[in-house]
């Protein structure tokens, strides 16, 4: 057993998909699963149901999606080791809190909307990349398995931790892994000559080299460097078609706090059709 995976519910389609999947990464994984519902009551504060009526509401609302969330895991994955957690708070607080207790959390592409209908960018995005465990956003629409996953890498040792979590993941699913590296000429580069089979070759190698000690570690794993002169943002997304799960880092470093997760992996996560793992450096 290892970690703790944690999963938020709020009884949206997207969050039930999250359960799906956190129950079976949880079975793989041979650790315990919490799943958790934030209980919000700010948004309702000015309203006429203020007060005690409002917080029995809202409370047995999160019962019920606590009830059902965990009726799924254990119809999915009988042998996984669950409990559930009502907590009152903003969902973005909430899960940043839990994470101290996690190896991994798990979110709806919906995000956990307190009961009130949150999208993406208000929960996901101010999770994902602000927590040190992995933060993996599942889509509701994903049904068929490709036994491929997608790391995405830049070529920098900011790249282990993603490469890591691409590779266990891998081992644990009997899955391929292909490791994306998209590159782009710079910006201002007119009038400036590049041979591009040479400079492919040399960004080829790079990976190469950056694999290599990943490959020696999981030598079970098939796995492909898969590099190409393109948009990573396009490049990655395009794979999510085609894989099971997409993992991208994200630096953990800078002044302004919404801007830890990068613009690819912010890019990723609004347009990738498949599970995305944020991992933090």
């Not at 490959?215 to 590099?227: G, H, L, S, W």
């Not at 078609?241 to 953990?252: E, F, K, N």
């Amino acid at each position: 057993m290892s970690g703790l995976i944690v999963v938020g519910a709020d009884g949206s389609a997207a969050a039930t998909a999250a359960v799906a999947w956190a129950a079976d990464d949880a079975l793989r994984m041979r650790a315990p699963l919490r799943i958790v519902t934030a209980v919000h009551r700010r948004p309702y504060d000015a309203s006429r149901l203020a007060g005690p009526d409002l917080h029995d509401a809202l409370t047995k609302a999160g019962d019920e999606i606590l009830a059902q969330a965990e009726a799924t895991v254990r119809s999915r994955q009988p042998d996984v080791e669950v409990t559930t957690q009502l907590i009152e708070g903003n969902p973005v607080a909430v899960l940043r809190d839990q994470a101290k207790d996690a190896t991994e959390i798990v979110l709806g592409s919906g995000g956990l909307g307190g009961h009130t209908g949150t999208v993406l960018g208000s929960v996901s995005i101010h999770v994902a990349g602000h927590v040190h465990c992995p933060v993996v956003v599942v889509c509701p629409e994903q049904n068929v398995p490709h036994r491929e996953i997608v790391v995405g890498i830049e070529d920098s040792e900011a790249d282990d931790a993603a490469l890591g979590y691409g590779f266990e993941q891998a081992r644990l699913r009997g899955s391929r892994l292909r490791v994306i590296h998209a590159w782009q000429l710079p910006i201002h580069s007119s009038g400036i000559s590049y041979d591009m089979n040479e400079v492919r070759a040399a960004r080829t190698q790079a990976v190469v080299d950056r694999l290599a000690p990943w490959r020696k570690r999981y030598p079970q794993v098939p796995n492909v460097e898969d590099v190409r002169c393109a948009d990573p943002v396009e490049a990655l997304a395009d794979a999510s078609a085609h894989c099971d799960l997409i993992v991208v880092g994200s630096h953990g470093r800078g002044a302004i706090r919404s801007m830890l997760l990068g613009s690819v992996g912010r890019g990723v996560l609004h347009n990738a059709c498949c599970a995305v793992a944020v991992v933090r450096t």
